[in-house]
């Protein structure tokens, strides 16, 4: 009699609310989970925080994945060019190579944390032999749902939130609203400074590539631009308060997600990333 083959069971924590619910979620259901984290060595201390909270909650090891080859090495390796929406190396580089490589060739379920109310794709890995599957859609939780599970369980929403971060992701990703990029100066000013040295020209074609689009770090860092930029986000909160008086937090964070969509044909690697 054929021997039968080992599933293994993974599920992503990105740092974000969605897979850290998930991670809640599942925890009782299969016992047997492995939960990764790769690690870009560009995430916010926060992150890091609050993947020791979700791991003390599982009672399990949170691996992490790529710890010793992060961002800096594949940036030196694609010459110095930085990512974006149009060219995003990080995701596959640093996200999707090492999942793949932790699962190998063996059979794997990955359990990904769209919501049922989400109209988009979750990374699917091209390999065979890794199948994923998506709990929070097949039993109809939605955004409160994944608030309740947090909260409930005392894991909380993750703490950048606090200072008005959306998304998980690198300190200097791409994604990054122009409000989140004052909250980074205002909270973070050093890893601002960070972000803002690998602005620079590209040195095989001259182009200057910025993190936030059509403008610089430097420029964006202006004392009158930011107060700009703080009072035409404080303009949209009100809107969207106005169309939804019990607006909750969980919602507008939804709102500033949906904003933000990827808009090309590789959305699907960034949600390992945000979600």
Known sequence: MAEQKKVRHILSLSGGKDSAALAIYMRDRVPEMEYIFSDTQKELPETY?????IASYLGKEVVRLNAD?????WYEMYGGMIPS????????ALKLKPFEQYCGDQEVVNYVGLRAEENRGGYISHKSNITAVYPFKEDGLVLRDI???LRTSGVGMPPYTQWGRTRSGCYFCFYQQKIEWVRLKETHPDLYDKAKA???PYE???NFFTWSQGESLSELEQPARMEHIKREHVIR????KSRNENVTLAKVFAD?????????????????CQL
Do not use: M
């Open 49 to 53: 925080e609050y993947l020791d909270r």
């Open 85 to 92: 929406n149009h060219r995003r190396w990080c995701t596959r």
């Open 147 to 149: 608030e309740e599970i």
């Open 204 to 206: 095989k074609t001259g």
């Open 69 to 73: 080859i992060g961002f800096d090495h």
């Open 237 to 240: 909160i009100e809107r969207q």
């Open 256 to 272: 500033a997600e949906s904003a933000q969509e990827p808009d090309d044909d590789d959305e699907q690697g960034c949600l390992v």
């Open 198 to 200: 690998y602005e620079k």
